[in-house]
């Protein structure tokens, strides 16, 4: 059985930092490409950032570029994304997807339908 467990959210104010971690256990972690998306209250999921399964390739969404980074550790069957300069429009639930060797660049692996398996989501909130 495939599990996709994200943790890490919590409230903080303008500015401040969070690392989200998602677990992926049930499939061979290291062949999978995997995404963070976002999904705030009564708007559709959006892409955040994504790496791929080899070569080390990764992008950002235009608005995260430059606060937000991703990475994973195939070790530890772990993604990460580092938050940093929060901002109160970056309040959502973070979603971790899951796909099999699937290609990363500014056109592809940045939909949700792209993505097999996901999370439950943690809650990011910012405020003052």
């Known amino acids: 059985e495939v599990q996709v467990v994200e943790s890490g959210g919590g409230s903080v104010q303008p500015g401040g930092s969070l690392r989200l971690s998602c677990v992926v256990s049930?499939?061979?972690?290291?062949?999978?490409?995997l995404a963070w998306f976002r999904q705030g209250p009564g708007t559709e999921r959006e892409f955040v950032a994504a790496i791929s399964w080899i070569g080390g390739h990764y992008y950002h969404a235009d608005s995260v570029q430059g606060r937000f980074t991703i990475s994973r550790d195939n070790s530890k069957n772990t993604l990460y994304l580092q938050m940093n300069s929060l901002k109160p429009e970056d309040t959502a639930v973070y979603l971790c997807?899951?796909?099999?060797?699937?290609?990363?660049?500014?056109?592809?692996?940045?939909?949700?339908?792209?993505?097999?398996?996901w999370g439950q989501g943690t809650q990011v909130t910012v405020s003052p």
């Open positions: 997807a899951a796909q099999y060797e699937k290609k990363i660049t500014f056109y592809s692996g940045i939909t949700p339908r792209e993505y097999e398996y």
């Open positions: 049930g499939l061979p972690f290291s062949s999978y490409s």
